[in-house]
């Protein structure tokens, strides 16, 4: 322990390594571990346990908008990539194949899944007859495997958990409102869950996704100013349902193609909440979804421990039974103060201090990871004193990562500006462009930042392209991205 801060030596500050400072929180908070398959990491149960909390509201909204739970196989055959053109090209890359099984060369080889809208699409088209069988909601929680060249744990690895739903349609109107009220679901759940202000846009047509007519996004600003894309929802069309031939009954007594969506987010995240909230203590976990939200820790003599245990186990029976995620650190062995860096370190939202005059006084201590702050509260009632800290926490996580996303946003008029700007500061940059793919990868080949997404809200509108000075047809937002 470092002496005149405090902090935990073994992190890298954020300033002086941000990759470092990431990769240093997440293996000393035990969030993973590496496993001996490249690219591929194992989830230590803090980790898991993130995933879960997330996976758990999320699939309540789904199922709130009508959505049902299915799983499909994890081994796709390899000629179902070939019917949709430019899905096949954009995951082709990426697509590990399964050639041998039982000492036999496969007749035809079988992908391991990068995304399963071929899966859907060959099963939709069995079960789909009639517009009576529409709209079909389904979602699958899964794995999936895309052979990444470089890796970082969460954000980008070779294997990753997600969630992706796939649905199908009368029309194009249907499937556009699924689309967007998929954003806006996801949009919803990343800012007042996660605490993550993100921006809401459509994808250039060079970055959206592969076979997609349109593709949306929320973008989510890290604290090195680099963009984590933390959801998506496509508009399929009848793309899919061309190519795999799902087809319907409509009310005119018409043969019809199904318009279809798909939309996801995964694992990475775990790595945006952290890179978003972290310090240079460590992590600093969302209440609403941190595994524990309270860590009580016993203080004082030797000779009043027996008291102050009985009463910490008390009020932890209370916040337990108050739906609060609790634990108790009563070990003896290890000092108050090691108990306070290493949960600080961990990103618990709240630390309950209990002591024998606290105990004389009726009160207990509860302590901000994110402020500090020390607030004295009767135990009367603490259930309801630390849900209100819960709140307060989640609220002032959110105007932090807010505020810093507002001071890292800057206009730029061409391309020299945002080079310069890019060297000098991290952030997102609006500019114009013009529409022209030319202009877009120019900005990519001499700055490195690809067009995140075309802002429905921007903060500033533009008329001119940054790179060709011609009229803008949108405003864009551009970033160096995970």
């Not at 390899?78 to 899905?87: A, G, L, V």
């Not at 899964?142 to 890796?151: G, L, M, Y």
């Not at 249907?174 to 990343?190: G, H, I, N, P, S």
């Amino acid at each position: 322990m470092s002496k005149d801060k405090g902090f935990v030596t073994e992190i890298t500050p954020q300033a002086e390594d941000f990759s470092r400072w990431y990769i240093d929180v997440i293996k000393k908070a035990e969030l993973m571990d590496y496993s001996p398959v490249r690219g591929c990491i194992v989830f230590r149960p803090e980790g898991y346990e993130l995933w879960e909390n997330i996976q758990r509201d999320l699939d309540r909204r789904f199922k709130e908008t009508g959505h049902r739970n299915a799983y499909f196989p994890l081994l796709i055959p390899e000629s179902f990539f070939q019917k949709e053109k430019e899905h096949v090209e954009g995951f082709n890359p990426e697509l590990p194949m399964v050639t041998e099984a039982g000492g036999e060369i496969l007749e035809e080889r079988l992908a391991v899944r990068p995304t399963s809208e071929t899966m859907f699409g060959h099963m939709y088209a069995k079960w789909i007859n009639s517009y009576r069988d529409l709209p079909l909601l389904i979602n699958q929680w899964a794995n999936v495997f895309r052979w990444e060249k470089r890796t970082m744990p969460f954000l980008r690895t070779s294997e990753f958990l997600w969630q992706e739903g796939h649905t199908a349609h009368e029309d194009e109107a249907d499937a556009r409102r699924e689309t967007m009220q998929m954003l806006d679901v996801y949009t919803d759940f990343v800012e007042s869950v996660l605490a993550i202000p993100v921006i809401k846009g459509q994808k250039t047509p060079s970055e959206r996704f592969a076979g997609a007519v349109d593709t949306y996004s929320i973008e989510a600003m890290m604290k090195d100013g680099r963009a984590v894309q933390a959801g998506t929802s496509h508009y399929l069309g009848t793309k899919f349902a061309v190519a795999f031939d799902i087809k319907y009954l409509s009310r005119e007594n018409t043969q019809e193609y199904c318009h279809t969506t798909s939309w996801g987010v995964s694992t990475r995240l775990i790595g945006a909440l952290i890179m978003v909230h972290g310090d240079d203590r460590g992590l600093v976990l969302p209440p609403k979804v941190a595994p524990t939200q309270v860590i009580m820790i016993p203080i004082g003599p030797p000779k009043t421990r027996e008291t102050v245990i009985a009463k910490t186990d008390e009020l932890f029976a209370q916040l337990k039974a108050a739906g609060i995620r609790v634990r108790v650190d009563d070990r003896s062995d290890v000092s108050p103060g090691w108990k306070f860096n290493e949960y600080e370190m961990r990103g618990i939202p709240i630390r309950l201090e209990l002591g024998p005059r606290d105990l004389e006084n009726g009160v207990c201590v509860l302590v901000s990871r994110v402020t500090g702050e020390k607030k004295q509260v009767p135990l009367d009632n603490l259930a309801a004193s630390v849900a209100e800290m819960l709140e307060e926490v989640h609220a002032q996580m959110y105007e932090r990562a807010l505020e810093f996303r507002e001071s890292h946003l800057f206009d730029v008029e061409t391309l020299d500006q945002l080079k310069a700007a890019f060297e000098e500061k991290r952030g997102f940059a609006y500019a114009g462009w013009c529409g022209d793919d030319a202009c877009e990868s120019k900005v990519k080949e001499e700055t490195g930042a690809t067009s995140r997404n075309i802002p429905f809200e921007p903060q500033t509108t533009k008329s001119v392209c940054l790179c060709c000075g011609k009229p803008a047809a949108h405003t864009v937002v551009f970033a160096r991205a995970y």
